[in-house]
Nanobody
């Protein structure tokens, strides 16, 4: 059973930076679609950024493009989300997710549409104005 554990959340002032980490317990054979999602209080979760485990290309929501960077270190079994120039509207619970599937279904603006099997417990990010 694959387990994901996020860390790195916290409180930061607007304009500041945080880096979230998501440690993966194990990988089975094959590639994974991996991503970060967030949920604002009282709202549906939204996709933030996605990447395939063996690929370079990454995909971002328009609201974070140019400010956030997703990356994956397979040797460390860790997914990262570098968040710069944070805004109060970035305040949310952030979740990492993974799903074992082919790269073709983890690309483009619809990278998240096929759903995810494994989820972390979430880490809170609060940006004060």
């Amino acid at each position: 059973q694959v387990q994901l554990v996020e860390s790195g959340g916290g409180t930061v002032q607007a304009g500041g930076s945080l880096t979230l980490s998501c440690k993966v317990s194990e990988y089975t054979a094959g590639g994974y679609c991996m991503g970060w999602f967030r949920q604002h209080p009282g709202k549906e979760s939204e996709e933030v950024a996605g990447i395939y485990s063996s690929a370079i290309n990454a995909y971002y929501a328009d609201s974070v493009k140019g400010r956030f960077t997703i990356s994956h270190d397979s040797a460390k079994k860790t997914l990262y989300l570098q968040m710069n120039t944070l805004k109060p509207e970035d305040t949310a619970m952030y979740f990492c997710a993974a799903d074992q599937r082919g790269q073709w279904s983890c690309s483009g603006s619809g990278w998240f549409l096929d759903g995810f099997t494994y989820w972390g417990q979430g880490t809170q990010v609060t940006v004060s104005s």
